[in-house]
């Protein structure tokens, strides 16, 4: 069995690409990118919770945090408590 690098370098994913993304969603729905600092995201249900969290998902680095912030500190100063993404 070809691995999922393989298939993704191979010029059969241009031709019909439903059997790849069909094996992605089954085995690794969310796939790291060989060599890449990139992820595949394989159904609509995920790809809509990374929009809807852009602050856990978003490759853009994040500003740096004052020296003496307690961890969890929001913006204001104060510590986010809540245990929801």
Do not use: C, H, K
């Not at 796939?31 to 998902?57: K, N």
């Amino acid at each position: 069995m070809e691995s999922l690098e393989d298939r993704l370098a191979a010029a059969v994913l241009w031709e019909d690409p439903n059997p790849l993304f069909e094996r992605l969603r089954q085995e690794a729905p969310v796939w790291r990118l060989p060599g890449e600092l990139a992820y595949l995201v394989s159904s609509w249900e995920l790809v809509a919770e990374a929009t809807d969290r852009v602050a856990d998902f978003s490759n853009l680095p994040s500003p740096p945090t004052p020296i003496g912030t307690p961890v969890g500190a929001t913006a204001s100063g104060s510590a986010d408590m809540s245990t929801s993404p």
